[in-house]
């Protein structure tokens, strides 16, 4: 798929923009590479188009990435060097929520130390929900994970999908009809080099 590819592309720039903190250029670029992947008019809501393509908005894009690394740093203790930053809370007595767990985040003194995976990461990890943070399985982690930023973001687009979805049939018929008249047109000179 092609838009796979300038997701893929835009992703790989969100760590150079999360330590710059200026998220809404690069939400701006994925907004309009999704209205060129839709083939949608400058004026459509990004919003939903994102939703309809099952892009994550940048700032759920980077949580996702941070959790993800995360739960792979905890379950295979790989790399080393990241391994060694995450160490599970451990509560002087035993309380109901101690079966959740929660990552130990360092105190921070300054805004640029906030930034690092020792305080981002682990502070993302600590806001997931806790039947997120309990998957063992990777996969099951991510499907979990990915819905869970879907919802935190589906409610300020369901309003706009009605008008989006109209222009996605369209674009869809319009390649349906292509495809059918590009099929026969073919078939018939096949059709006919072999009389």
Known sequence: ?????????????????RTSGDFDKLQ??????????????GRTNARALLHWLHWLPVRQRITYKLAVLTHKV????TPTYLSELVQTHAPPRALHSS??????????????????FSVAALS??????????L???????????????FKLTE??????SASVSSDLKALYTSVIIIIIITTRTTSSMLGNSVL
């Open 135 to 149: 998957c063992e399985n990777i996969l099951t982690f991510k499907r979990h994970l990915k819905t869970h930023l």
């Open 155 to 160: 409610s300020s687009c369901a309003a706009s």
């Open 28 to 41: 701006r670029t994925q907004n309009n590479l999704a209205r060129v992947v839709c083939q949608s008019r």
């Open 74 to 77: 905890r379950t295979t203790a």
């Open 1 to 17: 798929m092609q838009h796979h590819r300038f997701q893929t592309g835009l992703l790989q720039c969100t760590v150079e923009w």
């Open 124 to 133: 993302t990890w600590n806001s997931l929900p806790a039947d997120i943070r």
């Open 99 to 116: 079966d959740v767990p929660l990552l130990v985040v360092p105190r921070i003194h300054t805004e640029l130390s906030r930034r690092t």
